[in-house]
């Protein structure tokens, strides 16, 4: 009986310990407004942050090739001036869509990498974009400083083009954890 009272208080803590980790899973998926985290991104370049014209519906879904009917919300900016590669795209998806939106914006960044125009001082940058996702929050990240030391060897440019999606990445991040 005693052996029987060991094993079923064994098996409560361990429901406990899987039911606060549940809990605390979710702490990740709190509601987040995705103008909240382009305003992080924003603050996270100051000046240096380049995308500066909104896209509507229609631009959103045209470019990046996203269904709208699984998309909550989502904010998408990109510069007027075309020579920049500059883009920030963030989605709520609608529950349990986030992945299908992680792997078409996967799919445009791969284009934009691999199959497109791009003047060669700007392919570090396009090189280091970032596709990240927080469940269904997903963010294409392409966006930074510009590297003014044109003499840096392509290691160096790609180096500073890491490290400037990285604070975008890190900006995007922070809501979740």
Known sequence: MRKQGIVF??????????LAGCAGGNKGQAEVDVSDILTAVQEAYGEDYLPDTDLDESMFSDRYGIDLT?????VAQMPMISAHPDQVVIVKAKEGKGEEIE????????VLQEDSFQYPANMPKVNASQVVRNGDYVAFLLVGAVNEDLDS????QLAFAKEQTQKAVDAFQSFFE
């Open 9 to 18: 208080g064994a098996l409560l803590i361990g429901m406990l310990f899987v």
């Open 153 to 156: 060897s392509e290691e160096d």
């Open 70 to 74: 699984h998309v909550e919300a989502y």
């Open 103 to 110: 792997t078409q914006l996967k799919s445009v960044q791969k």
